[in-house]
């Protein structure tokens, strides 16, 4: 499966550099990213970026002050679902018309 697939929304890649110039907390990083690699079982897949993405993501997934975003997030979620659905049922009904005038064949 490819990245753009697995996209809620569009792909838009985006690189975010973080600095961390201090070498107390490097270490303190790799540590917790090379443990955390461990526990998951696959080390090779866990390097500093992805960890301070999981941190982000557990971040926004559990801070009280976060809650009405991930609400306002959720219910645009199901409006983009319900929208998605919509569009599939037109395309289909628009396609079964145009089957029955024999204007569109199936491949």
Do not use: T
């Amino acid at each position: 499966m490819d990245r753009r697939d697995k996209c809620k929304w569009f792909f838009a890649l985006k690189v975010y550099r973080v600095k961390v110039n201090d070498a107390y907390y490097q270490q303190r990083y790799e540590a917790a990213a090379e443990a955390l690699g461990a526990v998951i079982g696959n080390s090779d897949l866990m390097d500093i970026s992805f960890f301070f993405v999981l941190c982000a993501e557990y971040v926004f997934a559990h801070h009280r002050q976060l809650a009405a975003l991930r609400s306002r997030l959720r219910q645009r979620d199901r409006e983009d679902r319900a929208a998605k659905r919509k569009k599939e049922r037109a395309e289909q009904k628009a396609n079964a018309e145009a089957l029955k005038r024999g204007l569109w064949r199936p491949e």
